[in-house]
């Protein structure tokens, strides 16, 4: 195989109480990526639509993975990347974590998969640190794995993979404004108290238990957020109305998607998922915001292998 066309799924970081920790992939948005192997050693973005982003291959989220990767590898070539994105830089719903999973998905793949997923989120989090100067893992790492992963370490990298309940959807409401995530991070405080700390890691805890069991009163009583959500939510026009419009019509939570300016709310069902959109849609309507949504179940499986167009 020397071409491969992949999804890339958009995904939520942190989830309320695990900031940089915690993330899940979504279905039903992401991008698509072609990559091509090619004799010449390196790499090149040769196509990239649907957003304005750069195409040197040092300054691009995917061509920094693909080198972390390339650098490892015995491999005596190169690659071609065509990049279609779909996902809005500044979002919040992981754009550049798509771009770099991507990429190293798809080389792994053409060369017959010679590392493991973890050591592909560890290329990947290099896409990372050039998009926000942090090389987080929580979007890359369920982009890739699937499903919500928890970054149990970063140094030694420890990334756990954690069930999704069936029926559980997510709902992202989009205001049509760019939040850089370096920015959105320069913003925080880089001490929390002993006592909102114990608050989050109690929250934390009954979140991964609750999806271990497809506990939702569990899971709905864990998505809290003392520490970043009440800074970050400033940088987001009608927040608290959202927040509350997306409770009051029966989400189990309602929290900021990873440094914004995207809101998630995950509910039971698509049906109420839909009816939460109905409702955030409603309050921007009322402000005036434009705006995009996204209703989607858990996408347990990350990327996905497309089939390649003739
Ligand atoms: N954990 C990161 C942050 C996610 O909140 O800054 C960015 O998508």
New binding site residues.
Partial sequence: MNEIRVFCPA?I??ISCG???L?VALDTIGDEMVVRKTQEKGIRITKLEGQQLPMETHLNVAGVAGLALLALSDYDGGFEIEIYKKIKAGS???S??ASSAGAVWAMNKLLDTPFSTLELVKFAMEG?RLA?G?A?A??VAPALFGGFSLVRSYSPLDVIPIPSPKNLYATVIHPQIEVK?SD??KI?KTTISLEDGIKQWGNLGGLIAGLFTSDYDLISRSLEDHI?EPI?SILIPGFDAIKTAAIENGALGCG?????PSIFSFSKGEHAAKIVGKAMKEVYKKIGIDFDVHISKINTSGIKQLQNKK
């Avoid at 900021?256 to 914004?260: A, V, Y």
Wanted: charged residues 15%; glycine residues 18%; negative net charge.
């Fill in positions: 995904t970081a942190n900031f940089d920790v993330g919040g719903i992981g550049s974590a990372e926000s942090v987080h929580d979007n995530t959105s991070r925080l970043v970050r900021i998607s990873g440094s914004g």
